[in-house]
Every structure is written in C-alpha cells, then in structure tokens.
C-alpha cells in the first residue's frame, strides 16, 4: 500500500470518530458512580401516616358500638337515650324517689293496684284475640274478685287463696307477635323507653280501647294524665336499684336495648307455648325498668307465667288457647 492511500484511511478513520456522539451520561448515574446521592435518584419512601382508627395488628383497639340489624336508628336512639338519662338524673328521679319517700307503701301499693285492674280489660281482650280461652276466663275472673272484694282493685284479692289468678301482661303489640307479625325497628323513645314500631302500634291500640269503648272518665284528659302521671312515678320509684345496675353496666343503651328485644321475644314464644321466658342477662333482673320515666322494662312479667315465675305452657306445633 502506498503512503497516500494509507494516510487517506487514515484521515476517513478519524472523521468517522468525530461524528459519532459521546455516549450519554445522566446525573444520576455519575452520581451513583461517584458513590455521590443524587435528587433525581429515588429516595427511601417515609412512613405512612398511621390512621387511628385503620387496624393496627392485635393492638387495635375498637371504640364504636356494633351495628345491630334490629336497630337502623341507632344514631337516633341513643341520643334520645341520653336526653332521657339527662332528664331523669336532674328531675324525674329525685321526684319518683321523693314521691317514694312521701307517700306511705300502703297508699302507692293500693294506686298500683287499681291501675293494674284498669288494665285487665285489655288483656282478656287480646286472650280473646289469641283464642285463649282460659286464660281470657281467668283475666275476666280476676277483674271480677278484684272489682268488687278488692274494692275497686284496691287489693290485690284474686292473686291469693283460694283463687290463685295472678296478673298477666297482654295486649295488642303481643298479638302481633303471636300472629308472626315481625317488631320493625327498635326505638327508644320519651315516655315510652325501649320499644319497637310493632309494640309501639299495639301500645296505641291497647290505649284506645278504653277510652273508644266506655268513653268516661277515660277520654278525660283530667283522669287520664293524672293517672298516667301517678303510674309513671310509681315504675321510676321503685326501679330505682334496676336503673342503677344498667348505668354500671359497660354499655347501658345496648343493655337496655338486648334486654328489652331479648326478653319480648321469649315472652312471645312463651305465648305461643314454645319455650319457658328467659331471664335477661347480665346484671339487669326481670322487673328491671327502661331508664326511662315510661312503661315497664319490655313489660318482663310473662304473660302465660304465674306470678311466683315464669312457666311455659305445653309446647305445639302452633299457637294454643
């Protein structure tokens, strides 16, 4: 090869070198082989805001009452609850516990007494209703001894010897239920305490009768909210150690409110002579009160139960007389 061809390879080598770009380095490489940080590289991610109330492994800790289906208005309910505990801690449990103090157990016995006999009407009637035929004849009985021995119902004459026709609670929201009406929702209401839309109904229904079937003086708002009053009193005075027990307990709305649906439902089934009514549980006894200046706790005497304890009737296929 001559020298002027070999130094024109020579020349093309070196033009070709020359176009050709230098290889691209970004700052994060050469950071990196510098053993030098760089922004563009990724940084180690910080740890992620922990939320309170998220689960946090076997250290969770939860606060919120479980939802109950028997219960959509919760929210609701245990605000009412609460205005409820407010008013009877600052007013209408100081009166029932002076109204204790001032009237003498034998007058409060005999007003609890003619009240009760004011309502037998209404539970022969849903006896009748439940083609319970014996005991609609009893209830009728023991209305009768007690109208006229019992001087108005003033004593109680027909619990003792030789009748032995203790009182029983019925009325139309036990109807419902024995005829597989469902409850509806629970409520907690004023003046009422722990119900469900279903006894709701049957309490303005047993209410009504009365008035709507004898007229005077019970669709007299002079006999009826003195009566009512006295009646409302007389629950509150002497559920004092009941309302007691439910406040200490953990959850005192829940209490009330699984007792309340706890104890209906055995008293139906009780009714329907499918099993014996069951006590309710935890610290609450079965006369225990709602916390409210309202009806009795669930109404806990059992209807098909003497007054000494509860007692099933013979278990059926279907509803008994």
Known sequence: MSLT??????LMAGSQADATPPPQVDAASAAIALGQ???????????AETDPNQAQGDGIVVTARESDPADPLDEVN?????AVQSVDKAVVGPVAQGYKKAVPSPIRSGLRNILSNLSEPIVFLNYLLQFKLGKSA?????????????FAGLFDIAKKKP???????????YTLGYYGVKTGPYLYLPLIGPTTVRDLFGRVVDLSVLPAAVGQPFNDPAFAIPTTTVRLLDERAESQNEVEAIRASADPYATVRDNYLRQRQAEIDALRGRTAPAEPTGTVPEDAQPLAP???YGSTTPDDAPASGPAAEPATAGPTA
Do not use: C, Y
């Open 163 to 173: 009748f032995h026709l203790p009182h029983r609670n019925n009325g139309f929201g």
């Open 294 to 296: 309202a009806l009795p």
């Open 78 to 82: 245990v605000q009412s609850f609460k």
């Open 138 to 150: 009893e209830t009728l009985g023991r209305f009768t001894v007690n109208s006229t021995l019992g």
């Open 37 to 47: 940080p760089s922004a563009a590289a990724p940084q180690d991610n910080p740890p």
């Open 5 to 10: 061809t070999f130094t024109t390879v020579l």
